[in-house]
């Protein structure tokens, strides 16, 4: 009989799509002798230090992977020297994303570097060559494509495995992945062993960018993450990323501190402010730890506020769709006046989460603050929904569209909006595959092999896109503690009691959050006597007072009670 150990090994390999642990050692191995081949990645290094004695601008996004990007390269110019280094971000609700036109005409001379844009800046880069200007476009974006040609900026250099087929040996990087392979290139080729230092802490930079723009953990991918991970809890970083991890209270860092802390809050004042990305790439490439502390609390006020603003608009979306009986709808397309425009992103993520949302492409709408006969808005999709396709087959009703397999930017006429709503859900509708959800599958568990599984996951991390943490089920019989109203099966926790904790046994517990209303009123109560409960959910550890406790985080259960069977979901 096979040991958990085994079983849980498979399990993990088959969300990553591979078949042993020797294809992980093998992406470790091309990681760490550089030997993921990416065409023109010399070619630009090459004419970038060509420049280092010349005005170099580099523009980027304004979120967190083109903040990450710009970070990466700017610090690396610095360090090799170069004393003429200029960064551009557009406005998010002034220009939108990408490279503007505007942009190029206050560059009077030099080399463009785009990082995480670029691929669809036609206009931009014409008019840049036009001005004698040199350009290198790095991106990790989908081209524009019309009447099923694929069209390309007329840059000097392009780096854009996603764009040009057969570029790259692999094409899932974002684009602070794409600039940190091109800061190797310059630090390893022209730069000194002492310069050379500075990878760690872009490593660890790399590392929010491609967990924040939601890439795949596969190949290099993983690796960037694993490598950043273990630089971040080592303090291997820059000094604004440990006060913004000072901030949050944060001490031991995983990939979800990236994903749900670190990454919404550099995104967070590019969301809220029209020049707000400003702030956030500051705070990644400044030394000055006063100012970078004066970012740092500023970047978590706006955090805190970006949530409350995505926690009401996610609540209007969710009643708009409940009065609108759109519960089963193949895809949403909803306009939400007087949302912030830098918060739709978020809105239609949380709809289309498989997870906790509907789990269908999501597209979210509000008026553009530039022009009041339009519509901006931000769509998310799913696996194996391609979102930038759904776009390409409605470009004529839309004024300017962008984005890659599972999200993209646009922005529409009111007047063609119900229009494009209709034909959109319609493609979705149509998409191969778009009405079979992937069935979760559980891995079958006992309290008494948490550590153990606790610890092989550990070895496996990170999690995350393409690379999905394993979900737990486990049945068992809770054990009854004391409370000031008697024995209980179940403890409410927090100032709401929302949170439920369930003991499983001596080292073992269930955590779950917002269940506090499902389990009675009062502990006491005999709803709470559980006899039986079958949880799914994540496991994890809780270090607390130097007492380790292993929880399975349940989502869903399934429990049976000494006075009555309930199944609550």
Not at 31 to 57: C, G, H, M, P
């Amino acid at each position: 009989m096979e040991t958990i150990d085994v079983q849980l090994k498979k399990y993990i390999f088959n969300n990553l799509g591979i078949k042993s642990h020797r294809e992980i050692l093998l992406w470790k191995e091309k990681r760490d002798t550089r030997s993921y081949w990416i065409n023109n990645i010399s070619e630009a290094a090459k004419l970038i230090i060509s420049f280092k004695n010349k005005r170099v601008t580099i523009c980027g996004d304004y979120d967190t992977d083109g903040t990450s990007a710009i970070t990466i390269i700017y610090r690396t110019l610095i360090t090799l020297g170069f004393t003429k280094v200029n960064c551009k971000i557009p406005r998010r609700f002034s220009d939108g994303f990408g490279l503007k036109t505007s942009m190029i005409e206050d560059i009077p001379d030099g080399l463009i570097i785009t990082v995480d844009n670029g691929i669809a800046a036609l206009e931009a880069i014409a008019l840049a060559k036009e001005k004698g200007l040199t350009t290198i476009v790095t991106d990790h974006h989908e081209a524009i494509v019309e009447n099923g040609e694929r069209l390309l900026p007329d840059a000097d250099i392009i780096i854009d495995p996603k764009a040009i087929p057969n570029s790259a040996e692999y094409n899932g990087y974002c684009g602070a992945g794409l600039a940190y392979r091109l800061a190797e290139e310059l630090l390893y080729t022209y730069g000194n062993t002492e310069q050379q230092k500075i990878l760690k802490p872009l490593m660890s930079i790399c590392a929010i960018g491609t967990v924040g723009d939601v890439m795949e953990l596969h190949e290099e991918n993983y690796w960037f993450v694993k490598y950043g991970l273990d630089y971040l809890n080592k303090g291997i970083t820059f000094v604004g990323i440990k006060q913004l991890l000072e901030q949050f209270g944060i001490t031991e860092i995983d990939e979800d501190t990236l994903g749900y802390y670190l990454s919404p809050a550099l995104n967070s004042s590019g969301r809220l402010l029209d020049d707000g990305a400003k702030y956030s790439a500051s705070l990644m490439m400044l030394d000055n730890g006063i100012k970078t502390m004066e970012l740092a609390k500023f970047t978590y006020q706006n955090n805190n506020r970006r949530k409350t603003l995505k926690s009401e608009a996610v609540e209007k979306a969710r009643t708009y769709i409940t009065e609108n009986s759109l519960e089963n709808a193949p895809a949403f397309v909803i306009n939400l006046p007087g949302t912030e425009e830098g918060i739709v992103g978020i809105v239609a993520g949380d709809l289309s989460d498989e997870d906790t949302g509907y789990g269908v492409p999501a597209i979210i709408v509000t008026e553009s603050k530039e022009n009041p006969n339009y519509l901006k808005g931000s769509a998310r999709s799913i696996d194996g929904i391609n979102i930038k396709e759904c776009l390409d087959q409605l470009a004529d009703l839309l004024v300017v569209y962008g984005g890659h397999a599972g999200a993209g930017g646009l922005t529409i006429k009111k007047s063609d909006f119900e229009t494009f709503a209709k034909k959109f859900t319609q493609i979705v509708s149509n998409y191969p595959n778009s009405s079979t959800k992937k069935e979760t599958k559980y891995f079958e568990i006992k309290p008494t092999e948490f550590k153990d599984a606790i610890a092989l996951l550990k070895e496996y991390a990170p999690f995350g896109e393409g690379n999905k943490k394993p979900v737990f089920k486990t049945t068992t019989n809770p054990i009854p503690v004391k409370t000031q109203d008697g024995e209980s099966s179940v403890l409410l926790l927090g100032k709401d009691k929302e949170t439920v904790k369930i003991i499983l046994g001596e080292d073992t517990a269930a955590i779950g959050f917002k269940f506090g209303k499902e389990f009675a009123n009062t502990e006491s109560d005999q709803k709470a006597n559980i006899d039986e409960i079958t949880l799914y959910g994540n496991l994890s550890e809780n270090v607390f007072r130097d007492t380790v406790t292993y929880q399975i985080l349940f989502k869903t259960y399934n429990a049976k009670y000494f006075a009555e069977q309930l199944t609550l979901f």
